[in-house]
């Protein structure tokens, strides 16, 4: 059997602010790898590390020190413009507040990161984001606003923008932050879906019960790695199916 391959790869990473006169290590030189088609959570508490290595995963950002590596390509050496190529190509964002355009169909905001790669004509561009809202069940909702959808269907509409540039990595942000128990349930079956397919998923959250829809966890605290371990994966669907409204807390 042949090994996955290694989308990322993170050597002695550090980031080190200036904050006044001291400097404060928010990374203090952690490493490790992530293999197509895992799906991993990112842990940690406010304070952990957590923000700054999504930033820096995410391109963010980038280290002070240390190699960061996404799909063949060291991103230390990189210009500005050379990094908004990659986080345009290679990775898909999938944020806590879905950061949709306000004024903007469904349709349109799935298209808008395919306006900035000037291979794709017009009219691919358009199938291409009616198959990734088909992918999240949306094909009802093309033409509607974000202030016409629910929560739940604003982060599918999310999710497909997330997918359209077929990206290397999806990277989400607390993508069942704002959500309640149901529709997150709802969120992580469909990325558990997209998992199975082979997408390679980051997930950072804080919830450990949503961390167990993944396949590993990597837990930060004050900037350190203190724990990276393979996890039993719990099946979200079936969370959802014996879910029950007064569970909520």
Known sequence: MVAAKEVIQVRELTRIFKVGSED???LKGISFDIHEGEFVSI??????????????????DKPTSGEYIINGIAVSSLSR??????????????????????RT???????????????????ERRERALAALEAVQLTDRIHHTPSQLSGGQQQ????AR???????????DEATGNLDTRTSYEIMTLL?????????????????????????????RDGNIILDKEIFQQSAA????????EQEH
């Open 24 to 26: 404060v290590r928010a």
């Open 43 to 60: 842990m940690g508490t406010s304070g952990s590390g957590k923000s700054t290595l999504l930033n820096i995963l995410g391109c963010l």
């Open 81 to 102: 413009n050379e990094l908004s190529i990659i986080r345009n190509r290679q990775i898909g964002f999938i944020f806590q507040n879905y950061n949709l355009l306000a």
């Open 105 to 123: 169909s469904a349709l349109e905001n799935v298209e808008l990161p395919l306006l900035y790669n000037n291979t794709i004509s017009a009219k």
């Open 156 to 159: 599918r509409v999310a999710i």
């Open 162 to 172: 997330a997918l359209v540039n077929e990206p290397v990595i999806l990277l989400a």
């Open 192 to 220: 558990q879906d997209f998992h199975s397919k082979g997408k390679t998923i980051i997930f950072v959250t804080h919830e450990p019960d949503i961390a167990e829809f993944t396949t590993r966890t990597i837990k930060l």
């Open 238 to 245: 079936e969370a959802l199916a014996s879910y029950k409204p």
